[in-house]
């Protein structure tokens, strides 16, 4: 079993659809949640940490369910930039103070 | 202020051959790590500096790959002799503050051998 798990998609939606992603994860002692986006060839760029009470930037809203160890992003009011693969990504704490744990990445496209 | 910077963005080098790549952190950022994203499969942790020290090096595959900072300021990561699953994109990043707080990473050394 995978330790980060993640619908691959693709997500194909309209623009100013709402979608949402989720992630599982495997350690239970995780303690730090992040989504990253990454484009096209391009590096993983930090998208929003989550945190336990759910937190949202903007068009985004993360939610962390910890007894479930289960996270989600939903994106409201899809733009066409908003086209990318979004990372699941936890720190396990356990297994090595500082590492992270990616998930394979969700693809979104968005459309017209 | 300046980015993560690594060099060369591309290699395309044949089996057998040794490849260094390079990466300037962010400036002041103790914390450096190195990830590899193989064609098809997640991104993966390879080790990470605190400074000139390595805090973790769980991630590095085998002894063909050697990874140093010294001065704890830039990094280069060997691979000696490079063999054909070593292709992939090679991704550092930084921190200041470790990863509780996510990295900033570079744009990547995409690594081809055949």
């Known amino acids: 079993r995978k330790e980060v798990e993640q619908d691959p998609g693709p997500f194909n939606v309209p623009e100013g659809a709402t979608v949402a992603f989720n992630c599982t994860y495997s350690?239970?002692?995780?303690?730090?949640f992040f989504w990253y986006r990454q484009d096209c060839r391009k590096e993983p760029k930090l998208l929003m940490s989550?945190?336990?009470s759910g937190n949202e930037d903007g068009r985004f809203t993360a939610q962390l369910n910890r007894a479930s160890q289960y996270i989600s992003l939903l994106i409201r009011d899809s733009k066409l930039s908003d086209s990318a693969t979004y990372l699941c990504?936890?720190?396990?704490?356990?297994?090595?103070?500082?590492?992270?744990?990616f998930g394979a990445g969700t693809r979104l496209a968005v459309h017209p | 202020e300046a980015g993560v910077t690594q060099f060369p963005s591309h290699s395309v080098i044949e089996k057998g051959q040794t490849v260094t790549l390079r990466c300037d952190p962010i400036?002041?950022?103790?914390?450096l790590y190195w990830y590899r994203r193989v064609m098809g499969k997640e991104i993966k942790f390879l080790l990470h500096?605190?400074?000139?020290?390595?805090?973790?090096e769980s991630g590095m595959p085998n002894n063909r790959f050697l990874a140093e900072r010294t001065g704890g300021t830039y990094s280069t990561l060997k691979v000696q002799p490079a063999e054909l699953e070593d292709s992939g994109v090679y991704f550092c990043?930084?921190?200041?503050?470790?990863?509780?707080?996510?990295?900033?990473f570079g744009s990547g050394t995409r690594l081809t051998v055949v």
């Open positions: 989550v945190y336990s």
């Open positions: 500096f605190v400074k000139e020290s390595k805090q973790d």
């Open positions: 990504v936890v720190n396990p704490i356990s297994g090595g103070y500082n590492k992270l744990i």
């Open positions: 990043a930084s921190s200041l503050r470790g990863g509780n707080y996510g990295y900033t």
């Open positions: 400036s002041g950022h103790d914390n």
């Open positions: 350690n239970s002692a995780s303690q730090s």
